[in-house]
């Protein structure tokens, strides 16, 4: 491009059109560059791979000592190898090495390369499973989390109930502090006694559902599932489809 710059300053005649001295410097500069490229001298490794690209392209001829045996016993230019015809035809093709490093060295970066994409996919899979299994888990530990708000509803519920049922029956005391719901405003007592209190109801709300469910059942005729007391123990048996929600879906 400088080199055309160039002409193009020293080519100042009149009336020339820029167009013209334009295209007359491109094919000067062509011309150049095929004249340095004719002129080139190659090298001594280009050289040596000209000369084996034209004997390999080269048919084998008689003066060749293998194919002047092979012509000895009956071998002719083109034929198959073998007594049926059925081996090769051309000669087995050469590959020629060219780099500085050693034998076998472009096997074990191949090696190399393949154990790092392995290694590679290996990765993306135990990524993936990973993935798969924390949101596993998240279905799981989501899925329990509004199993047991249910649950804490429904104990709820049955607490309503049995205060209710007690109360009517001129049951002032529940039999056990948490059958019936606390008030949401009470006198704060000691931590002391606080403690002693949950460590005497440790039960889990399941337990807890069960436990009193079977109460109501017993002690009032009452299903916290279908929301009726019944008249006596036979018509909550014969009426009722069980003790559990499952019963009843």
Not at 41 to 63: H, M, P, T, Y
Not at 90 to 103: A, D, R, Y
């Amino acid at each position: 491009y400088l080199q055309t710059l160039l002409t193009l300053r020293q080519d100042v005649r009149p009336g020339l059109p820029m167009v013209r001295r334009m295209k007359e410097a491109i094919q000067k500069e062509e011309k150049q560059k095929e004249a340095n490229e004719k002129n080139r001298q190659k090298s001594i490794k280009e050289e040596e791979k000209d000369r084996r690209d034209l004997v390999l392209k080269s048919a084998l001829g008689s003066e060749n000592k293998g194919f002047a045996l092979l012509q000895k016993m009956g071998y002719k230019s083109g034929q198959a190898l073998g007594k049926s015809g059925e081996g090769i035809v051309e000669p087995i093709p050469l590959n020629i090495k060219t780099g500085l490093s050693g034998l076998g060295h472009e096997e074990l970066k191949k090696r190399k390369a393949e154990e790092k994409l392995e290694s590679y996919r290996q990765k993306l899979h135990m990524k993936k499973q990973a993935n798969e299994q924390a949101a596993d888990q998240f279905r799981v530990r989501f899925k329990n989390k509004q199993e047991e708000r249910k649950m804490e509803g429904d104990l709820r519920k049955s607490q309503r109930a049995c205060q209710q049922l007690d109360m009517q029956k001129g049951i002032d005391v529940p039999k056990e502090t948490w059958y019936w719901l606390e008030p949401e405003e009470e006198d704060k007592k000691d931590e002391e006694d606080k403690e002693d209190e949950c460590t005497s109801t440790d039960l889990s709300v399941s337990e807890k559902l069960h436990i009193l469910t079977a109460y109501l059942r017993e002690e009032h005729f009452y299903c916290i599932w279908c929301g009726t007391t019944y008249e006596d123990s036979e018509d909550l048996s014969s009426n009722c489809p069980g003790d559990s929600a499952a019963d009843h879906d």
